[in-house]
T-cell receptor
Framework: GQQLNQSPQSMFIQEGEDVSMNCTSS?????WLWYKQEPGEGPVLLIA?????ELTSNGRLTAQFGITRKDSFLNISASIPSDVGIYFC?????????????FGQGTTLQVKP | DAGVIQSPRHEVTEMGQEVTLRCKPI?????LFWYRQTMMRGLELLIY????????DSGMPEDRFSAKMPNASFSTLKIQPSEPRDSAVYFC????????????FGPGTRLLVL
């Protein structure tokens, strides 16, 4: 089945540092989404990308839809302790895939104050 | 504006018992999704509905699992009989038209089957 490869699997950084994570796929997608999940909660949508090459920001977060439509990255600038959580990428809309989201395995982020 | 509502938030049951998980999607959302999350397998889509009709149930692990959506504001996921390997967090998500691309998740039900 379709899979997304998300990396890195985990990160432990110092407060104030920038963070970068990415997802790659063997299939093309029409939509890329980035979610954050905090302990005991469901994933919360951070950024949605709908066009190849699109670069979108949400505060300190920036995400891009790869030009090949097979990858996406998420950057977090000047990390703070509340950025801690698991970040998931998700792709949707590849040929033969109607409405379903395919999720990456997640990147666990720890921020040291 | 209330988000996706799930109940119960936690469920502990014994093997062989029936478990029913409930979900109320965001009003006006035509798509509803049920996911299961485990450490080993991550987030897995079990089934999704469009306008109360099941569209894809290929992720439902076996016949012990069933899902219904009797109306636009309510869905259930039932496991009967439950087994220890069903222990996981079950999420419901909903999405507006047209394609269900931006899904909004509920807080999840943490199920433990002893």
């Amino acid at each position: 089945g379709q899979q997304l490869n998300q990396s890195p699997q985990s990160m432990f950084i110092q407060e104030g540092e920038d963070v970068s994570m990415n997802c790659t796929s063997s299939s093309i997608f029409n939509t890329w989404l980035w979610y954050k999940q905090e302990p005991g909660e469901g994933p919360v949508l951070l950024i949605a990308l709908y066009k190849a090459g699109e670069l979108t920001s949400n505060g300190r977060l920036t995400a891009q839809f790869g030009i090949t439509r097979k990858d996406s990255f998420l950057n977090i600038s000047a990390s703070i302790p509340s950025d801690v959580g698991i970040y998931f990428c998700a792709g949707q809309g590849s040929p033969g895939n109607t409405g379903k989201l395919i999720f990456g395995q997640g990147t666990t982020l720890q921020v040291k104050p | 504006d209330a988000g996706v509502i799930q109940s119960p938030r936690h469920e502990v049951t014994e093997m062989g018992q029936e478990v029913t998980l409930r979900c109320k999607p965001i009003s006006g959302h035509d798509y509803l999704f049920w996911y299961r999350q485990t450490m080993m397998r991550g987030l897995e889509l079990l089934i999704y509905f469009n306008n109360n009709v099941p569209i894809d149930d290929s992720g439902m692990p076996e016949d012990r699992f069933s899902a219904k959506m009797p109306n636009a504001s309510f869905s259930t996921l039932k496991i009967q009989p439950s087994e220890p390997r069903d222990s996981a967090v079950y999420f419901c998500a909903s999405s507006p038209t047209p394609v269900g691309e931006t899904q909004y998740f509920g807080p999840g039900t943490r199920l433990l089957v002893l």
